[in-house]
Structures are given as structure tokens and as C-alpha cells.
């Protein structure tokens, strides 16, 4: 009994401390936006929402995506069961592609 106690803790130890390979994407997204927009590189999310949101009506927005090294955002839109995907050069603001209609 005591070495499969052992055994359990053992693995148990082994898997709180293996590192985990992407364990906070959205704060790395973050931290790239903040900086892309602080360098001037990236136009400010809220004007960029602010262009494409009114235009989704009837639509919820759930929520950006960025891609900083392609310079994407990826704005997500649902109504029922369909999904829309607004993709906006971080850059100019400029809608580069719809997906989901």
C-alpha cells in the first residue's frame, strides 16, 4: 500500500512541476497589443471596435483576437449558431477578411 501512496504522489509532484507551454496566451496578446499601440505601430482596439461593432447588428461581439506578428485582429461575432469572423489590419483599421457568412 505505502509505495502505491508513494507512486501517487510521486506523479502527482512530477505533474506540478512540468512546465505548461502556453499556459497564458491572452496575456502574452495583451502585453503585444499594449505595446504595438504605445510604439504607434497598432491603431487602439476601442477605435478599431468602434468602426466594426455598429455595423454587426444583431450580432454579439465576443470578443478580439491579435496576431502581432501578422498585425491581425481577429474580431468574433454570433447570432444563434452562426459565427463571424471580422479579421482588421491592426496597423490601418482596414477590414482584410470576413469569414462565417
Do not use: N
Amino acid at each position: 500500500m505505502s509505495r502505491t501512496l508513494l507512486f501517487l504522489f510521486a506523479a502527482f509532484g512530477a505533474a506540478a512541476l512540468t512546465p505548461q507551454a502556453d499556459a497564458r496566451p491572452r496575456d502574452r496578446e495583451q502585453d503585444a497589443a499594449f505595446r504595438g499601440t504605445k510604439e504607434g505601430r497598432f491603431i487602439p482596439l476601442r477605435v478599431i471596435e468602434s468602426r466594426i461593432i455598429p455595423r454587426m447588428r444583431g450580432f454579439d461581439y465576443l470578443g478580439p483576437e491579435l496576431d502581432p506578428g501578422m498585425g491581425l485582429y481577429r474580431l468574433k461575432f454570433m447570432r444563434g449558431a452562426q459565427v463571424i469572423w471580422i479579421d482588421v489590419d491592426a496597423r490601418t483599421g482596414q477590414v482584410v477578411g470576413k469569414s462565417g457568412f
